[in-house]
């Protein structure tokens, strides 16, 4: 009789697929990534670490290793774009009692993969495979059988349980079956690096940024990049008129900017582009032996930095859960109470708040905007609805209250 495999085997060596893998070799489950990439990309990404996702990280080793090459930012503001005003601020230092990292890490997600992957990964109990594809899962009485290509053909590989951390078109979750429900926007966003520095011409900008407008909403952030001058990253709305090719033309580029900031001279563009944006929660996050995390199992518009930080935390619930079922210290029900946490999490928590996030930018009429602005106001000017509003922006809301779901 074959020897029953307690491998976990994760498609998607992204970040969340790797918080995953980290997760169970610090446990003591060994695992495989298998990646169809054939090296780590360095997509512009996600880049804003919440503080509950630092806590996380630090428990696995891993925030103390970034900080030296991120940008913190305690401070985040909304602003009027039309008018130039600062509407409010909120300041993450007003929590320094109450949490272990007041402020965020901005830390491109493609940097701490490669971190992970760099001193931990490639070891016979925690295995990463690039250039290697899923092709098919199958269910045994025992365990669930991989087919994958790679450069040798195609493999074959048995594990107790499959993650799917392989983004938002996920494979696994294709063969498992589950629905991903929700709806895509009809805009499109364009994400535009400079490497001209913002705060030259606009002091008031602090290293995160939204811009409210009836006609052109922005988000800009500041980055590191990978140089320590840094990045300024602005993200704009697409109409469904523009095609990809009139957006991501240098003139175009270049308009959009000089629109949102004037300046002397043109801008000097890194990187530019252009994607389409979901609001989509997988049906369960678990059938049988697959499960999913990360935008496998929900995406999401980026304002607000939730997707990657909503991830994590799949990451780090279903790796605790997994590694008590395949020791034979819980029954696998709980994989399930994983998907209800999970699933609660995303809907009630990263997808509202996302989604209010974008409709408060992108507000039309004159009296809910003055309406919003007020209210935003009177948040940030009291102590307890400040702290209360950034505790639900940085997720520790979500997490309070997904773990008290039974």
């Given at each position: 009789m074959a020897t029953k495999t307690t491998r976990v085997v994760i498609v998607g060596a992204g970040p969340v697929g790797m918080v995953c893998a980290l997760a169970l070799n610090r446990l003591g489950v060994p695992v495989t990534v298998l990646e169809s990439e054939p090296a780590p990309v360095q997509d512009q990404r996600a880049a804003t670490i919440h503080p509950s996702t630092l806590e996380m990280l630090d428990e696995?080793?891993?925030?103390?290793?970034?900080?030296?090459?991120?940008?913190?930012?305690?401070?985040?503001?909304?602003?009027?774009?039309?008018?130039?005003?600062?509407?409010a601020e909120f300041d993450l230092g007003r929590l320094k009692d109450e949490i272990r990292?007041?402020?965020?890490?901005?830390?491109?997600?493609?940097?701490?993969?490669?971190?992970?992957?760099?001193?931990?990964?490639?070891?016979?109990?925690?295995?990463v495979r690039f250039s290697h594809t899923l092709t098919g899962l199958t269910e045994t009485a025992s365990g669930i059988e991989v087919e994958y290509t790679s450069p040798a053909g195609t493999e074959r590989l048995s594990a107790a349980y499959v993650i799917g951390c392989d983004g938002g078109r996920s494979t696994v979750r294709k063969f498992a079956g589950i629905e991903f429900e929700g709806f895509t926007y009809q805009e499109r966003f364009i994400k535009i690096a400079t490497s001209f520095d913002l705060q030259t011409i606009k002091p008031e900008l602090t290293?995160?940024?939204?811009?409210?407008?009836?006609?052109?909403w922005a988000n800009v952030f500041k980055v590191r990049g990978e140089s320590p001058a840094g990045l300024w990253r602005v993200i704009l709305p697409i109409g469904a008129d523009e095609d990809d090719a009139t957006a991501l033309s240098p003139a175009r580029v270049e308009a959009r900017l000089q629109k949102f900031l004037p300046k002397s001279g043109p801008y000097h563009i890194e990187y530019i582009n252009v994607y389409g944006v979901n609001q989509r929660v997988a049906a369960t996050f678990r059938q049988g032996r697959i499960l999913l995390a990360g935008d496998s199992a929900h995406v999401n518009n980026p304002i607000g930095g939730m997707g990657m930080n909503g991830g994590i935390h799949d990451?780090?619930?279903?790796?605790?859960?997994?590694?008590?079922?395949?020791?034979?210290?819980?029954?696998?029900?709980?994989?399930?109470?994983?998907?209800?946490q999970r699933r609660h999490a995303a809907v009630n928590y990263v997808q509202a708040q996302t989604i209010a996030n974008k409709r408060l930018l992108e507000e039309r009429d004159p009296d809910v905007r003055r309406k919003n602005f007020d209210a935003l106001r009177r948040t940030a000017e009291q102590l307890e609805t400040a702290r209360a509003y950034m505790r639900r922006a940085a997720l520790f809301d979500s997490l309070q209250d997904a773990a008290a779901i039974t």
């Open positions: 696995l080793g891993v925030t103390e290793k970034i900080r030296p090459h991120s940008l913190p930012s305690a401070t985040y503001r909304f602003h009027d774009r039309p008018t130039g005003e600062v509407v990292f007041p402020y965020v890490l901005q830390y491109e997600q493609y940097k701490l993969t490669a971190v992970i992957a760099a001193e931990y990964a490639n070891e016979s109990d925690f295995d290293f995160r940024n939204y811009f409210s407008d009836p006609d052109e990451a780090i619930n279903l790796t605790d859960k997994l590694a008590k079922v395949i020791a034979g210290a819980s029954s696998d029900d709980l994989l399930d109470l994983y998907s209800r």
